[in-house]
């Protein structure tokens, strides 16, 4: 959230309802649209900065769990 490394973790915490968070999905060989993603984009509260969050925890070497009987 571009806050100063000192903040204290629950400082922190309570800011977060100063930002505006909206979750979105994305069109991507990565993600899957399961549980395993995540995708944030976060507006300070200043309205001039954006972080984009995207993770996945999905294996894609992984065999394909509806394949196994």
């Known amino acids: 959230?571009?806050?100063?490394?000192h903040v204290p973790f629950l400082e922190a915490v309570r800011?977060?309802?100063?930002?505006r968070w909206v979750r979105f999905v994305a069109s991507t060989p990565w993600f899957h649209h399961?549980?395993?993603d995540l995708g944030?984009?976060?507006?300070?509260?200043s309205r001039t900065r954006v972080a984009v969050l995207?993770?996945?925890d999905t294996d894609v070497?992984?065999?394909?769990?509806s394949a196994r009987p």
Request: hydrophobic share 50%; aromatic share 0%.
């Open 34 to 36: 399961d549980t395993a």
């Open 61 to 65: 070497t992984a065999p394909d769990a």
């Open 40 to 45: 944030l984009a976060v507006l300070d509260p």
């Open 1 to 5: 959230m571009g806050l100063p490394v």
């Open 54 to 56: 995207a993770a996945t």
């Open 15 to 19: 800011r977060t309802a100063d930002h």
